[in-house]
C-alpha cells in the first residue's frame, strides 16, 4: 500500500509538471498576438516535435531498433484522437462561449476514470472518486465565475456535443499512452506521436494558415522540444500512477491559467477563481496520496 501512494504521489508531480507546460502552449497564440489559428500553431508544434526527435533519432546506436513498434495502429490511433479531440476543442470554442466549452471540455478527467475502470479494470477506491469529484467542481467553479454557464443560445447545442466529443477523445488519448507505455520505450512513443501527428494535422493546419512574422513561425516550431518535455512528463506519470489517478490531474490547467493570465494578461484572481484553485488543489493532493 505504501510502494502505491508513493507511486502516485511521483505520477502526479510529473503529471503535474506537464499540464504546466501544456499550458504554457494553450497560450501561446494569445501571447503572440499574431492572429495565428490554433490548428496552424499545434501542427507547427507536432512538425517541431518531429524534427526534433529525428533528430535525436541519429543519437541513437541502433535505429531500427528504435523504431521497432508491435503497435503502428495504437500510435497512430493515440495521435489521432489527441489531434482530433484539440481540434474539436478548438471548433467548439469558436462556435459557442468559449468559457463554455471549456467547461464541457473538463468532462475528459472523469471520462478518464470511467474509461481506466471500463477499459483498463483499474480499482478506483471511494476517496478517489472523492478526489477526482472534488477537482472537477473546483475547475467548474473557476470557469462559471467566468460566465461559462450564463450564455447559452440554442445554436450552441451542435457545437457543445463536439466540445464533448473532443473530451471523450483527449480522455480516450491518456488511455491509449497508458496502453503503450506498458509495452513501448519512451522515445518510441515520443517519436511516433509526434510523426502521426504531424501527418494527422499538416492539412487542417494548412487550410488554416495565417502568414505570420518568421521570428514567430521559429517560436511555434519551438513549441515542439517544450511539448516532448511535456509528453515526456506526461509517459512518466503513467508509467508510476494509473489513468485514473492521473487523468484528474488535468484540472491543474486552471490554476496554470490563472497564474498566467494574471502575469501576462493582468487578469486578476477573484474570490471564486480561488475558490476553485483551492478545490482543484485539495482534490488533486488526496489522488496523489491515495493508495491502491
Not at 499574431?34 to 529525428?54: D, H, K, N, P
Not at 456535443?161 to 509495452?183: C, D, F, P, Q, T
Not at 519551438?222 to 506519470?237: D, K, T, W
Not at 496554470?256 to 475558490?275: K, R, S, V
Amino acid at each position: 500500500m505504501q510502494v502505491q501512494a508513493a507511486s502516485n504521489l511521483t505520477g502526479v508531480l510529473w503529471a503535474l509538471a506537464g499540464m504546466g507546460l501544456f499550458s504554457f502552449i494553450y497560450i501561446s497564440g494569445k501571447l503572440s498576438e499574431t492572429g495565428a489559428s490554433a490548428l496552424q500553431i499545434m501542427w507547427l508544434r507536432y512538425v517541431g516535435g518531429f524534427v526534433t526527435m529525428a533528430l535525436a533519432l541519429w543519437t541513437q546506436r541502433d535505429i531500427a531498433r528504435t523504431l521497432s513498434t508491435t503497435q503502428p495502429v495504437l500510435h497512430a490511433c493515440r495521435a489521432a484522437a489527441g489531434g482530433i479531440g484539440g481540434v474539436a476543442a478548438i471548433f467548439a470554442a469558436a462556435h459557442m462561449p468559449v468559457a463554455s466549452a471549456s467547461a464541457i471540455g473538463l468532462m475528459d478527467g472523469l471520462l478518464t476514470v470511467l474509461l481506466g475502470v471500463i477499459v483498463l479494470r483499474e480499482h478506483v477506491s471511494p476517496r478517489q472518486w472523492m478526489a477526482t469529484i472534488m477537482s472537477l467542481t473546483g475547475a467548474m467553479t473557476v470557469v462559471g465565475s467566468q460566465g461559462a454557464f450564463s450564455v447559452w443560445g440554442t445554436d450552441s447545442a451542435g457545437p457543445a456535443l463536439i466540445a464533448l466529443l473532443g473530451a471523450l477523445l483527449v480522455a480516450l488519448e491518456s488511455i491509449l499512452i497508458k496502453a503503450l507505455v506498458r509495452a513501448e520505450s519512451t522515445f518510441t512513443v515520443l517519436f511516433y506521436v509526434n510523426f502521426f501527428g504531424s501527418l494527422i494535422l499538416a492539412w487542417p493546419g494548412l487550410a488554416n494558415w495565417h502568414g505570420i512574422p518568421v521570428q514567430w513561425l521559429l517560436a511555434f516550431l519551438m513549441l515542439g522540444p517544450v511539448a516532448i518535455l511535456a509528453q515526456y512528463c506526461n509517459i512518466n506519470a503513467f508509467r508510476r500512477a494509473n489513468a485514473s489517478v492521473v487523468g484528474p490531474i488535468r484540472y491543474s490547467w486552471v490554476l496554470y491559467g490563472a497564474a498566467f493570465g494574471m502575469l501576462f494578461f493582468d487578469e486578476p484572481i477573484t474570490l471564486p477563481t480561488g475558490l476553485g484553485i483551492t478545490l482543484v488543489l485539495v482534490g488533486g493532493g488526496w489522488l496523489a496520496t491515495s493508495k491502491a
